[in-house]
């Protein structure tokens, strides 16, 4: 919705009494008045939806999709766990380690991201993590952290790989169909947007 300035809030170009020879349309003189209709337009726009209490299948549906995640969050760390020792925070961590070359990764706030912690949380989660022998920190002369997962964590993530995927495949994709699996893929893309969206 556009809100289009009124006809006493445009004017002539004053050059030979017609609007300006190099806009070819009427100059607009905006208003504090323009300005606040503008303002009420995109409010309305992001306040398009219902304030309302959700209704028992909205919020049946909020609910399953939080419930989804925490239950297979549990059921994946809850195979994990038990045969590898690393909790849920420990094999994101690795994970990403893993990806890089020699599972080295070098600076706090980029893995931060990566992670979508924020770097205090990594921070201290690493210091646990090295303090169980899972990867070593070290800084540059720059004072730019290296994080490097130990021989022991490497190891321990092939079996953890292994395991989870089983778990994966077990609790998750034997569930759904494959134009499930779609839906929620696209799903979770157009959240992830909206997210984006939100902190832009």
């Known amino acids: ?28 003189v905006i208003t504090a008045e323009w300005v606040r209709d503008l303002r009420g337009s995109v409010g309305q726009m992001t306040s398009e939806f219902s304030a309302e ?16 995640a925490d239950d297979l969050r549990a059921l ?3 195979t994990l766990t038990p045969e590898t020792g690393l909790g849920q925070a420990d094999f994101l961590v690795l994970t990403r380690l893993q990806a890089a070359p020699e599972y080295r990764l070098a600076g706090l706030k980029a893995l931060a991201a990566k992670l979508e912690w924020s770097p205090s949380r990594l921070s201290h989660h690493l210091k646990r993590m090295k303090t169980r022998g ?5 800084y540059e002369a720059d004072g730019q952290l290296i ?42 893309r157009r959240i992830r947007t909206q997210r984006a969206a939100s902190t832009e």
């Not at 209490?53 to 989804?68: F, H, V």
């Open 53 to 68: 209490p959700l209704s028992d299948r909205e919020r049946a549906a909020w609910s399953a999709a939080l419930s989804m």
């Open 76 to 78: 994946v760390s809850g």
């Open 147 to 188: 994080v490097n997962a130990t021989d022991a964590a490497v190891r321990t993530m092939e079996t953890a790989a292994v395991l989870h995927a089983r778990a994966v495949r077990r609790f998750f994709l034997s569930e759904v169909t494959e134009d499930e699996r779609e839906v929620v893929v696209e799903l979770a």
């Open 134 to 138: 899972l990867v070593e920190l070290a």
């Open 1 to 28: 919705m556009l809100v289009e300035p009124p006809e006493s809030q445009t004017r002539q170009s004053p050059h030979c009494g017609h609007a300006s020879s190099t806009a070819g349309h009427a100059e607009i």
